[in-house]
């Protein structure tokens, strides 16, 4: 079991920046790959990042690329998602999920392929 904490969600300006952790408690963090996925207003939730249990595979959805970045530091149970030129569109609960280490990127990016999920986050884009 992994019990898993967002934080670092709120309202931001279109071009702004915004850093989303989830702190995991549990078993070796580093036996999880990690994933941030979102769920908008009205919209199925989606795919957004994801990092392997040791960070050598970090598939992004295309909607994201080259504005987000995810990281992990193990050694704090910790992923980051780092947000650069937020579009309003960005606006979402931000969810982070965790799943046995894995490196293929098809099962990093499926939503069902996940155990466990935290809270959600709220980020707000304003135009």
């Known amino acids: 079991q992994v019990q898993l904490v967002e934080s670092g969600g709120g309202l931001v300006q279109a071009g702004g920046s915004l850093r989303l952790s989830c702190v995991g408690s549990?078993?070796?963090?580093?036996?999880?790959?990690m994933g941030w996925f979102r769920q908008a207003p009205g919209k199925e939730r989606e795919f957004v990042a994801a990092i392997s249990g040791r960070g050598t595979s970090t598939p992004y959805a295309d909607s994201v690329k080259g504005r987000f970045t995810i990281s992990r530091d193990n050694a704090k149970n910790t992923v980051y998602l780092q947000m650069n030129t937020l579009k309003p569109e960005d606006t979402a609960v931000y969810y982070c999920?965790?799943?046995?280490?894995?490196?293929?990127?098809?099962?990093?990016?499926?939503?069902?392929?996940?155990?466990?999920w935290g809270q959600g986050t709220q980020v707000t884009v304003s135009s």
């Open positions: 549990g078993r070796t963090f580093s036996s999880y790959a």
């Open positions: 999920a965790a799943r046995d280490t894995a490196l293929a990127r098809m099962i990093l990016m499926t939503e069902t392929s996940y155990d466990y």
